[in-house]
T-cell receptor, first 112, second 114 residues
Framework: EAQVTQNPRYLITVTGKKLTVTCSQN?????MSWYRQDPGLGLRQIYY???????DKGDVPEGYKVSRKEKRNFPLILESPSPNQTSLYFC???????????FGQGTRLTVV | GESVGLHLPTLSVQEGDNSIINCAYS??????FIWYKQESGKGPQFIID?????DKRQGQRVTVLLNKTVKHLSLQIAATQPGDSAVYFC?????????????FGKGTLLTVNP
């Protein structure tokens, strides 16, 4: 089954404790991206990647890092999480040149 | 008081009526415009897209209209059903040069009353 898998689905952590949210897709898509969703603000892009070893900042990259060492995986790293990073995070993938993005189920992160 | 920015635009319709959800976009250079549906507790799901050189596209019970003159996109849902209740996002893709960017609007909450 074609899918984007994020882990964990829920996470509560403390300020400053490094964490990684994993994202994996099995559709051989070139394009992967991370979004955060906050009430009334829609989906805002954090980082995106157009292929292996190619990553770029989205609209709200501060406080986040990503890597793309393999085509299928695109982890989101918070080196020192802060409470303003409490949000619902989505990973998405799509073929380059295509219009349909496939989303993961989301990761609800709470930073206390 | 609450910030206006925390409130999603909402649309409430009766089951069986037609729904029209609107979206204004800003980037004239976008190649594709897309509608996504997000049900509670799930990730967004693709509904329909339209290329920038078209003005109308129809799917099953849905029609997307693109008016490039006023930078306006709309989604029409025919015979709306309770299962259509969700947040609907418009999105645009800009693939100019070596870049490829998918940007979302803020969303509209559609509630279908039985």
């Amino acid at each position: 089954e074609a899918q984007v898998t994020q882990n964990p689905r829920y996470l509560i952590t403390v300020t400053g404790k490094k964490l990684t949210v994993t994202c994996s897709q099995n559709m051989n898509h070139e394009y992967m991206s991370w979004y955060r969703q906050d009430p009334g603000l829609g989906l805002r892009q954090i980082y995106y990647s157009m292929n292996v070893e190619v990553t770029d900042k989205g609209d709200v990259p501060e406080g986040y890092k990503v890597s793309r060492k393999e085509k299928r995986n695109f982890p989101l790293i918070l080196e020192s999480p802060s409470p303003n990073q409490t949000s619902l995070y989505f990973c998405a993938s799509s073929p380059l040149g295509g219009s349909e993005a496939f989303f993961g189920q989301g990761t609800r992160l709470t930073v206390v | 008081g609450e910030s206006v920015g925390l409130h999603l635009p909402t649309l409430s319709v009766q089951e069986g009526d037609n729904s029209i959800i609107n979206c204004a976009y800003s980037n004239s250079a976008s190649d594709y415009f897309i509608w996504y549906k997000q049900e509670s507790g799930k990730g967004p799901q693709f509904i329909i897209d339209i290329r920038s050189n078209m003005d109308k596209r129809q799917g099953q019970r849905v029609t997307v209209l693109l008016n490039k003159t006023v930078k306006h996109l709309s989604l029409q849902i025919a015979a709306t059903q309770p299962g259509d209740s969700a947040v609907y996002f418009c999105a645009e893709i800009n693939s100019g040069g070596s870049n490829y960017k998918l940007t979302f609007g803020k969303g509209t909450l559609l509630t279908v009353n039985p």
